[in-house]
């Protein structure tokens, strides 16, 4: 059997909005490298875009889940514990920040803005760490969704920069918190890739455009891009990789 495989294994996805999220690229991969999934939506509204793609996965739990919501994370965590009773590996795939916020320069961020943005977007992935500690008995792997802007200014990504900034951080924290109970975490990053949650940052189409200009590869990169290293750091053939930021973006991050 391939190293590069998911037979047996568990895992938690959050984040997706529809086909086009990277969230659905990566739990694609998941699922066809054989491991179990458990999906959630965001409400009642994205449920319906989200439960086909959740049956083509064959979801074994489709649950809601928005972490503003107080309790909501703790009965997605519950219904596992319920359902498998352990878990293998966690994509958390959101973000968000209040549009006038997002458009704004980051020192005229408001501190309503700035928390909130904080909270879904970083805060929220310890959260699920802390959750998902228990339950990874065998070990597992915890992963997240970057940006280059989180390392270098981006004009237009704003107040997204500082919070993707943080959630890499924490990314490096938690790795070492959890490396000696065989728990990974690792922070994807890709291009920037024409999803739901991108088209609220402004003149987004213009980075795409000069990403594809100056990336080595003058190409921008796909869901199933992100799905196939996402699936790969979640296989026990990347055991012994931890604390990464993975640069996804035809080295893009090389040359901008």
Not at 89 to 104: C, G, Q, Y
Not at 143 to 167: C, D, R
Request: charged share 20%; with cysteine.
């Amino acid at each position: 059997m391939s190293l590069i495989s998911l037979e047996g294994k568990r895992g938690l996805v959050v984040g997706i909005a529809n086909d086009s999220s990277i969230a659905y690229g990566c739990a694609k991969a998941f699922r066809a490298l054989g491991a179990e999934l458990a999906v959630t939506y965001l409400n009642a509204k994205a449920e319906r875009h989200v439960k086909p793609l959740a049956d083509e996965l064959e979801a074994s739990l489709f649950l809601p889940l928005d972490v503003r919501v107080e309790g909501e994370l703790e009965a997605v965590f519950a219904a596992i514990q319920e359902k498998w009773g352990k878990l293998d590996f966690v994509l958390h795939s959101i973000a968000f920040a209040p549009k006038e916020d997002l458009h704004a320069r980051v020192v005229d961020a408001s501190r309503e803005g700035f928390l909130l943005a904080m909270d879904v977007s970083c805060h929220s992935f310890v959260r699920m760490a802390k959750l998902a500690e228990p339950l990874m008995v065998d070990g597992g792997c915890l992963q997240t969704v970057s940006f280059y802007g989180g390392e270098k200014v981006v004009e237009h990504y704003n107040l997204m920069g500082p919070v993707k900034a943080a959630l890499e951080s924490v990314t490096r924290y938690m790795a070492a918190e959890l490396g000696t109970k065989g728990i990974r975490v690792h922070a994807l990053s890709p291009g920037p890739l024409a999803t739901r949650a991108a088209s609220g940052i402004d003149r987004f189409d213009e980075l795409m455009a000069r990403v594809t200009e100056r990336a080595p590869t003058h190409h921008l990169v796909t869901i199933e891009d992100v799905g196939a290293y996402a699936a790969f750091l979640a296989s026990d053939a990347a055991k012994s990789l931890t604390g990464s930021v993975a640069f996804i973006d035809g080295g893009y991050n090389i040359v901008g």
